[in-house]
């Protein structure tokens, strides 16, 4: 009896895609808080305030001049004027942290500049500009207001006010008031360190010779700095070609400086997807489609024992970029302690229409404008998820729902502004 024929093979059912919210409560659900640290001001800036900060000190410390003159009592020259001038002895000079006069009498003058400490006794301070600017003596022209030109002590901030409460992303402002209350350090959470692993044998690094069929590895660049831009220490890997033992062997070797890793490549459904063939048995990665365009193919999970977030991104850089804001940026959000997570979308008129597949959400590039009054976002360049030259332009993402197949001119859109602080 003759063989029949072989059974056809049947590939195992697709699976089913998740939505964009699935996956950010799927990352929100497992990333967690990095620890609190006492960190140098400069360190801070751009992080989350991790405790409340009273100041120990008033500010000003003590009652100072607000202008370049003369400290005087002012009884002392009440009366001045140009047609009756008040001459008082000058008995010396007080300078900004030079303040060797600390008691004024009545009936005399200090020469005092600004920022110095107003000598006691002395409650009022008379501008060059109404003086002949005098040495041994000088002539008062002008009779100022009682405290004139004083800045009293703690006039800004008093000890025991509450500068800067916990959960304030920091600015250069921020530092500034701290530092001059005298904080060298603040609690904060440490950056998370983003280790950047960009696989492909076709790939080549910047300034190195390209064969006939080898690119230049743009992803990891561009990877790291969007780490680098959302508050992150990132560390950019050298190139893993498409080898699982090898992508393996770098990726444990990496985890010991990871808080997160990222990488790019490798996790569609192709014969050299070394990502995926390498992290898919375990029990600790997904990965699957999500109902977006571009970035279908997606793999998040924990790798290690101190359960490492990896995120597995599209190799195409659109795709790898776009799902780095989706995705891993709220990941380092909720590590720093900042809010919100989410990058937030604000409403534009749509100045060209769109089209977009069912069933997926259309991210796409564009360019914000509000110059007019009225925001506006233009469509950047076609869908392809490979332009990464009409995406070094867009300024924004145009979110098509995924029930929408299209939009007309003049429509109201949702639009993610990229590079804008949230």
Known sequence: MSAGPADPVVPPPAAEPITVEQLQEKVLGTVRPLPEHPLPLMDALGLALAEDVVSPIDLPRFDNSAMDGYAVVHRDVATATGEAPVHLPVVG??????????????????KIMTGAPVPAGADTVVPYEWTDRGEASVRITQAPEPAQHVRPRGDDVSSGDLLVERGTVLGPRHLGLLAAVGRDRVRCRQRPRVVVLSTGSELRDAGSELGHDSIYDGNSYLLAASARAAGAIAYRVGIVPDDPTTFTEALHDQLVRADVVVTSGGVSMGDFDVVKEALAPLDTMWFGPVAMQ??????????????????????????????????????????MGLLPEVRPTVPARLTHAV??????????????????????????????????????????????PEATTSLAAGETVQVVRLDVPF
């Open 355 to 400: 089209t977009s597949p069912p069933g997926r959400r259309q991210l796409l590039r564009g360019s914000y404008d509000e110059s007019h009054g009225a925001a506006s976002v233009s469509p950047v360049g076609g869908a392809g998820s490979h332009l990464v030259g009409n995406l070094a332009v867009a300024d924004s993402l145009i979110v098509v």
């Open 93 to 110: 000079e007080i300078g900004a942290g030079q303040a060797r006069i600390r008691v004024l009498s009545e009936g005399t003058a200090v």
């Open 294 to 335: 571009p970035g279908k193919p997606q793999g998040f999970g924990t790798v290690g024992e101190d359960a490492v977030p990896v995120f597995t991104l599209p190799g195409n850089p659109v795709s790898a970029y776009i799902s780095f804001e989706t995705f891993v940026v709220p990941a380092l959000r909720r590590m």
